[in-house]
């Protein structure tokens, strides 16, 4: 009996540094799942319509990065009426023409996008699109924010997953016409 001892002991050591060895690993996976998940972007989109006063209007979109982490961005797009703005200063250009010039809308326009690989970082918020200022006819205003869409596509500093936020009023009301 007293032979088996030492093998006895040898084979215990072995199945806890096993033991160990698994437990090292299992801690591992998920202290780099919690890591991951603590930098976790999350970009919303805040759709404000406000009237300050009677004359005037304020439309907004506006990105917020709502999550935990920096968003690094890779794809954003901004469509109206389902198609893709290529060039902002052009689309703004033929709107002002079809409707500023008609006294529809008259005020201010701003916009900001985005480029592949800027960053967003946690509580950061940026204007997408803005109009401020005297709305003679609120179809064009109404037509103007349910024309534009916002597409994007964006990362963790980990860039594991692409995580995807769109947009478009027009989508919206169809589903609520179903």
């Not at 299992?26 to 300050?52: A, C, E």
């Not at 709502?66 to 389902?82: E, Q």
Request: aromatic share 12%; proline share 2%; net charge positive.
């Amino acid at each position: 009996m007293s032979q088996w001892v030492p093998i006895i002991v040898s084979v215990s050591a072995v199945i806890v540094s096993i033991c160990a060895l698994g437990v090292t690993v299992w801690q591992g996976i998920q202290t780099r799942r919690h890591n991951r998940l603590s930098v976790k972007p999350y970009l919303v989109l805040d759709l404000g319509m406000g009237v300050p006063n009677d004359n005037h209007k304020v439309y907004d979109i506006i990105l917020i990065n709502a999550g935990n982490g920096t968003a690094i961005i890779r794809k954003f797009v901004l469509t109206y009426n389902n198609k893709e703005i290529d060039n902002f200063t052009q689309f703004y250009n033929n709107f002002i023409n079809e409707n500023m010039t008609k006294k529809d809308l008259k005020g201010q326009f701003r916009w900001g996008g985005y480029n592949i690989g800027d960053s967003v970082l946690v509580g950061k918020e940026r204007v997408i699109f803005e109009f401020k200022g005297k709305v003679k006819n609120n179809n064009k205003l109404e037509q103007l924010q349910n024309g534009l869409g916002v597409y994007i596509e964006y990362t963790s500093i980990y860039e594991d997953k692409i995580f995807v936020l769109g947009y478009n009023n027009t989508d919206m009301e169809s589903e609520k016409a179903k």
